[in-house]
């Protein structure tokens, strides 16, 4: 975790006294259940929560003192409790393995890491959707390949980012689904020494779901998924990161970041503007990406257990949930403050001398009888002409002094060519399928 890069409610769920408490519910729900069960006593149970009762500090020096004699962070935790609580502390852990304990816990973190990602998502979506609506017939240039295409709207462009971070909303739902699961199976997961209703107990408790085989640990590939799943809202991310970043540059100019007062842009050059959060925001999302790899190279475990996903773990939890929360919450502020410049988008669009309507002169042209071949020559020979001119010439006038284009089309036809609002016609069919509303 870089504190740069870091957000409290996110960094707090995984401190190690947010760890050790989490293991401790875990582990008193575990002996609660017990106790009904008749394996060990009520009285157990009820010594464990009459101390949480006295909201004690977690000291996370002590355990961690005991751990460097143990070498085992469970069994650290465990005696620690035992020393405040007394005699009956000797019930917990009844039939239960450290990874019950460690899995579990982990369940519970990435669930609510997920919450807190999940309201994060809520609250960009909120914001896209204010700002497409807001240009949702502000013309600007489609690009293919980088070049101007045809008209489009800036609220089309925000539209598709609206879709696209609903995507990530019901992948990032489904992936926390399948990653909230709860293991207390006890040592290789048969249940030899726990029942199964202490499992269904806790996992009741801590809103998690049973794990049906946990082999000792959840299978990995759940947590392979989510981490996977992060990675591509990441990548939506860069995706909109970048076309800021396009569309600031100078040559181009319709968009940019906000520039508060007192900002500097170079620390050699006066004049500059940078996308500096939008470059950010293309390495965090690197970053993310990255721990979806060793997630994935973590399903592999020896048989029932072994502990290489531990140390990776320790890394990309807090990590990928750490930086994406940040890079959300960044990307929020960008779109919410995002200066847009309509007149400059219109001025790049009419920049190549209406080369942008050559697709509706062919299709009139094919319409009016000339085959699709010699449409497309006699509309291209003019385009290049334009194009050749850095858009100092006119397609309009040109393909109205082409003899073959005015022997199919009338000069007035030509010109209704030439509509810009033509291309804005269906953009509330679009709005209502993306927002449910135009």
Not at 177 to 200: H, K, M, Q, W
């Amino acid at each position: 975790m870089v504190p740069r890069y870091a957000r409290p409610q996110m960094t707090a769920l995984w401190e190690p006294e947010a760890r050790f408490r989490i293991w401790f519910e875990i582990e008193a729900h575990a002996t609660e259940k017990l106790g009904e069960l008749g394996v060990v006593p009520p009285s157990a149970a009820k010594a464990l929560w009459d101390w949480w009762g006295t909201n004690p500090t977690i000291d996370v020096a002590a355990i961690d003192a005991i751990e460097a004699v143990t070498k085992h962070d469970v069994i650290a935790f465990l005696t620690w409790v035992a020393e405040q609580v007394g005699d009956e502390a000797r019930f917990m852990h009844q039939g239960m393995t450290s990874s019950d304990v460690l899995d579990t816990c982990l369940a519970v973190q990435l669930a609510r890491a997920s919450d807190i990602l999940i309201e994060d998502l809520d609250k960009l979506l909120d914001v896209i959707k204010r700002r497409a609506f807001e240009h949702k017939l502000t013309p600007t240039i489609g690009r293919s390949h980088g070049i101007h295409a045809e008209p489009v709207t800036f609220g089309l462009k925000m539209a598709e980012a609206y879709a696209e971070f609903s995507r990530c909303r019901t992948r990032l739902i489904a992936a926390r689904a399948e990653v909230a699961t709860c293991a207390i199976s006890g040592a290789v997961g048969t249940f030899a020494n726990i029942d199964p209703l202490v499992e269904e107990h806790v996992a009741q408790k801590l809103g998690l779901a049973i794990e049906p085989v946990s082999t000792q640990v959840i299978p990995r590939d759940r947590h392979a998924m989510f981490f996977a799943t992060l990675g591509v809202i990441a990548s939506s991310i860069e995706r909109l990161s970048v076309e800021v970043r396009h569309l600031q540059r100078t040559e181009v100019l319709e968009a940019e970041e906000y520039f508060s007062p007192g900002q500097k842009g170079s620390s050699a050059m006066p004049h500059k503007r940078n996308p500096v959060l939008t470059e950010n925001l293309t390495g965090l999302a690197r970053m993310v990406r990255s721990y979806a790899m060793p997630a994935m190279e973590n399903v592999a475990l020896w048989h029932e257990r072994d502990i290489s996903h531990s140390s990776v773990e320790r890394y990309i939890g807090p990590d990928a949930t750490i930086t994406l929360d940040f890079a959300l919450g960044r990307l929020t502020g960008v779109i919410d403050k995002l200066l847009v410049y309509p007149e400059r988008m219109m001025k790049n669009l009419d920049k190549m001398g209406g080369l942008v309507h050559s697709q509706r002169v062919l299709l009139a042209l094919t319409q009016a009888g000339v085959s699709r071949e010699d449409s497309y020559l006699y509309v291209q020979r003019n385009a290049m002409k334009v194009w050749e001119s850095d858009g100092q010439l006119s397609l309009l006038e040109l393909l109205k002094a082409d003899p073959d284009v005015s022997a199919a089309l009338t000069a007035q036809q030509i010109e209704e060519k030439f509509d810009l609002g033509y291309h804005f016609k269906q953009v509330d069919t679009i709005f209502r399928r993306v927002f449910g509303e135009a």
